[in-house]
């Protein structure tokens, strides 16, 4: 909510939020929490797992999980793409495109996933691979087809620009109705076979993210609409956020410092976050709500809060990630701003994509601001979480933006 103001005082200190693929960052976004990153999982639990790397059930996608690149060891998992399967007349392209959204990472390698319901291909008989001592079959003429995996040459055109880059394909899994194949293994002249059952009871990845408390949502569309409030702001609140919005003013009008007002606000902000912390189940009231949502319309409590967010402290970021998700679905749209921008960069460091790109487009629709639009072109470019910490503990870089 910006107002219009001459510089160098505490008004114009006052501003908005700011100023396809959908990626993943790894789970804990790259700091002390991502420790584990997918070290030593095999393709077997990874699989069992695409629901929490993701943030809910896949379906009928391509997803690609890439190892190692920049500064993480080659077997640390980096990066999560997924997008919807397309018909097969677009496999080269989808394959390029999805392989280049990795290209400035560099990776090692990656796991090829394709999560479908489809039924085995028929395909004509091909010579068995003499390298695998497969022995030919004995009724091509009676059945000149035989069943593969389903999307065979999506998941080659996939290798293939994976060889380009430089990546190993550590294997490439079909999973479909609770069991998965390794495309590798799956001979067209033997058949598919029944394949083997997923066991996330026994994914050391599922295991993880349920220590974490991390929310897989029944579908995409469910994780999109925690960024997308339903209920209208209730009268009271909005009366209240009024209240508090033109008391911000009168004391600005007087003469107000902006130290003071942004040590205030800030202070505000900070209450809130604390009664957030993991474990609380008390609901903020309407003043607390509204102050720290009034506080965050000033330029320097949002760079602060911006700041916060991009640390490191576990505890901390679960309060403050809570906080901002409860003013952006409480706060009336021209306060909701900055707390949808902090919920979309939040997401996005702790590795959801999917809600950082929804939290950070509803920021831009309840106030366009540079800062916003800036984070959430980082976001879809895949920038590394470090990257945008960096940036954003960076107060000279805060205040150019």
């Keep these: ?60 996608s391509l997803v690609l999980l890439f190892l190692g690149g920049g500064d993480r060891p080659d077997r640390r998992m980096s ?55 497969t022995p030919p079959r004995t009724d091509v003429l009676d059945r000149p087809t035989v069943p593969d995996l389903p999307r065979r040459s999506l998941v080659h055109a996939v290798i293939e620009e ?7 394909t550590v294997d490439a899994v079909l999973v479909r109705n609770g069991r998965w194949w390794s495309y590798p293994d799956v001979v067209p002249a033997t058949g598919a076979g029944p394949g083997t059952p997923l ?14 408390g991390e929310v897989v949502d029944p579908d995409r569309d469910a994780v999109v609409a925690r960024a997308w409030p339903t209920r209208p702001t209730s009268a009271e609140l909005a009366h209240v956020c009024r209240r508090a919005d033109a008391a911000l003013d009168v004391r600005i009008a ?41 506080a965050l319309t000033l330029v320097p409590v949002r760079d602060r809060a911006l700041a916060l967010t991009a640390g490191d402290d576990d505890d901390l970021l679960a309060a403050a990630e809570a906080l901002w998700a409860d003013l952006n679905a409480r706060l009336p749209d021209e306060l909701a701003a ?8 939040s997401a996005w460091l702790r590795g959801a994509g999917v809600l950082a790109v929804a939290a950070l ?6 106030e366009p601001t540079s800062m916003a639009e800036l984070v959430l072109q980082a976001v879809v470019a895949n920038t590394e979480p470090q990257v945008l910490r960096a940036v954003l503990t960076d107060p000279e870089d805060l205040r150019a933006a």
């Design 1 to 60: 909510m910006q107002r219009p103001a001459p510089p160098h005082t505490a008004r114009g200190a006052r501003g908005g939020a700011g100023g396809c693929v959908e990626g993943r960052a790894p789970p804990g976004g790259g700091h002390r929490r991502g420790g584990e990153g997918g070290a030593g999982a095999g393709p077997a639990e990874f699989a069992a797992a695409l629901p929490e790397l993701l943030g809910f059930p896949p379906v009928e």
């Design 79 to 133: 990066l999560t793409l997924r997008l919807d399967l397309l018909p097969a007349e677009h496999d080269a392209e989808v394959a390029r495109q999805v392989v280049a959204r990795a290209e400035a990472l560099r990776p090692w390698g990656a796991l090829v996933f394709v999560v479908s319901e489809d039924p085995d291909d028929q395909v004509v008989l091909v010579r068995p691979d003499p390298r695998r001592g």
């Design 162 to 168: 994976l060889s380009a880059l430089g990546a190993q």
């Design 199 to 212: 066991d996330p009871d026994t994914s050391r990845l599922t295991g993880i993210a349920a220590l974490r």
């Design 254 to 294: 007087r003469g107000a410092s902006l130290e003071e007002l942004v040590d205030e606000g800030w202070a505000a902000v900070r209450r809130a976050v604390a009664a957030c912390a993991p474990g609380s189940r008390t609901q903020l009231g309407d003043d607390a709500l509204a102050r720290a949502g009034v």
């Design 338 to 345: 900055v707390p949808a921008l902090l919920l979309g960069l």
């Design 361 to 366: 487009e509803r920021s831009l629709v309840c």
